[in-house]
């Protein structure tokens, strides 16, 4: 079974900085995409990022960036010039390339610090 | 708007009761998918659609939970007799099969959810 590891249930980050977000899954296949999803507070998710395994590229999204260790199954997300509207819960999922069911992770709740 | 739309935002009910979803995806979207999230959790998959064909099953879909989408285009999730450990957000998302066929990428698009407490 694929499983999604967020451990870190909340962080914080002051204005302007920078922040890591982790996570961390297990699988035994090794065609697969990752995703980071965004939900703010009573707003509908939204994609961030998006990672194909087979890259070894790192993806980039303007101030949004992954570092992918896959040997390491290891997918964290970098915000950098942390602003307020950054603030919501931060998901980290996983999808096989010919499935639909997407797993995701407990979810991060990132709050932002004027 | 152009984006996912689900109905009701909130649905209070009795338990014992039978609640109805309704969910309208982007319009040229011929993938729906339903997930389940309960407070403090991620989404949970449910089910998916392609076109009006179900085509996968969670097995957290127990036999009271139905999913229907009959033309192709809205989708349905009924919850019959309802349980307290049914309360938790309905979300539904979807997204087009573009022409590269198996392995395609397909970005989700979630709808705001239909949030459920069962009393």
């Known amino acids: 079974a694929q499983t999604v590891t967020q451990s870190q249930p909340e962080m914080s980050v002051q204005e302007a900085e920078t922040v890591t977000l982790s996570c961390t899954y297990d699988t035994s296949e090794s065609d697969y995409y990752l995703f980071w999803y965004k939900q703010p507070p009573s707003r509908q998710m939204i994609l961030v990022i998006r990672?194909?395994?087979?890259?070894?590229q790192n993806a980039t999204e303007n101030r949004f960036s992954v570092n992918f260790q896959k040997a390491a199954k290891s997918f964290s997300l970098k915000i950098s010039d942390s602003q307020l509207g950054d603030a919501a819960m931060y998901f980290c999922a996983y999808r096989l390339y010919n499935n639909n069911d997407m797993r995701f992770g407990a979810g991060t709740r990132l709050t932002v610090k004027p | 708007d152009t984006g996912v739309s689900q109905n009701p935002r909130h649905k209070i009910t009795k338990r014992g009761q039978n609640v109805t979803f309704r969910c309208d995806p982007i319009s040229e979207h011929n993938r729906l998918y339903w997930y389940r999230q309960t407070l403090g959790q991620g989404p949970e998959f449910l089910t998916y659609f392609q076109n009006e064909a179900q085509l996968e099953k969670s097995r957290l879909l127990s036999d009271r939970f139905s999913a229907e989408r009959p033309k192709g285009s809205f989708s349905t999730l009924e919850i019959q007799r309802t349980e307290q450990g049914d309360s938790a957000m309905y979300l539904c998302a979807s997204s087009l099969r573009g022409l590269a066929g198996a392995g395609d990428y397909n970005e989700q698009f979630f709808g705001p959810g239909t949030r459920l407490t069962v009393l």
């Open positions: 990672q194909e395994a087979y890259k070894q």
